[in-house]
T-cell receptor, first 113, second 111 residues
C-alpha cells in the first residue's frame, strides 16, 4: 500500500481565491508529480520535481505553481482560482530505481464557482 | 511528443477474457505502463513493460512490441470488480520519468 496523501479531497471555492492543494508522501521518494484530469479525459502532467528545490513544468501549461522545500511535501498553489481550473488534481511519486512505478494519491477534486 | 490511442469503451462478460489494445507514436520511449482507475479514484499500477514480450501477473498480462508501437493488456477470469478504466501510459526518455497517458478504456463487465 502506497503512502501518499492529498488534502483536501474535495474543494469548492469562489473565483479569485488563492488555494493550495497539499500532497505528502512518506516513502522517501525523490521524484514527485502533479497531474490534472478532467472527467473522462486523460491525465496530463503539469508539474514535476526531481527532488528538494527542484521544480519543472510538465507537458500541459498550467497557471499553478509548486514548491519542494522538503522531500515528502509537494504543494500546488493557484494564486487566483478561475472556473477553468475546475478539475481533478492527482499527485504521484516514484523512486529513482527499479520499475519507476508511480504511486498516486487519492486526488483533489476542485470546483471553482 | 507522444500520441497514445486506445479504445474508448469495451464490454465483456464475467468469467471471460478481454484484451485491451494500445498503440503509441512517441519521440522517445522508455517503458509502457498499464494502470487501473475506478471512477473517482486514483490510478493503481497494474504492469510495466520495457522489453518486447509478455509480462504475466496473476489474472493480468501485458504485452509489448516496440517495433510496432503496440501493447495490450489481457484480463482473464473477469470479475465484476474489474469494471473500471484502464490507462495506457508511456514513460519518456527524460530524467523526470513523467508519464504520458492515453484517454483510457472504460471496461464494462456484464453478468
Amino acid at each position: 500500500e502506497a503512502d501518499i496523501y492529498q488534502t483536501p479531497r474535495y474543494l469548492v471555492i469562489g473565483t479569485g481565491k488563492k488555494i493550495t492543494l497539499e500532497c505528502s508522501q512518506t516513502m522517501g521518494h525523490d521524484k514527485m508529480y502533479w497531474y490534472q484530469q478532467d472527467p473522462g479525459m486523460e491525465l496530463h502532467l503539469i508539474h514535476y520535481s526531481y527532488g528538494v528545490n527542484s521544480t519543472e513544468k510538465g507537458d500541459l501549461s498550467s497557471e499553478s505553481t509548486v514548491s519542494r522545500i522538503r522531500t515528502e511535501h509537494f504543494p500546488l498553489t493557484l494564486e487566483s482560482a478561475r472556473p477553468s481550473h475546475t478539475s481533478q488534481y492527482l499527485c504521484a511519486s516514484t523512486a529513482s530505481r527499479r520499475t519507476y512505478e508511480q504511486y498516486f494519491g487519492p486526488g483533489t477534486r476542485l470546483t471553482v464557482t | 511528443g507522444q500520441n497514445i490511442d486506445q479504445p474508448t469503451e469495451m464490454t465483456a462478460t464475467e468469467g471471460a477474457i478481454v484484451q485491451i489494445n494500445c498503440t503509441y507514436q512517441t519521440s522517445g520511449f522508455n517503458g509502457l505502463f498499464w494502470y487501473q482507475q475506478h471512477a473517482g479514484e486514483a490510478p493503481t499500477f497494474l504492469s510495466y513493460n520495457v522489453l518486447d514480450g509478455l509480462e504475466e501477473k496473476g489474472r493480468f498480462s501485458s504485452f509489448l512490441s516496440r517495433s510496432k508501437g503496440y501493447s495490450y493488456l489481457l484480463l482473464k477470469e473477469l470479475q465484476m470488480k474489474d469494471s473500471a478504466s484502464y490507462l495506457c501510459a508511456v514513460r519518456d526518455e527524460g530524467g523526470a520519468d513523467g508519464l504520458t497517458f492515453g484517454k483510457g478504456t472504460h471496461l464494462i463487465i456484464q453478468p
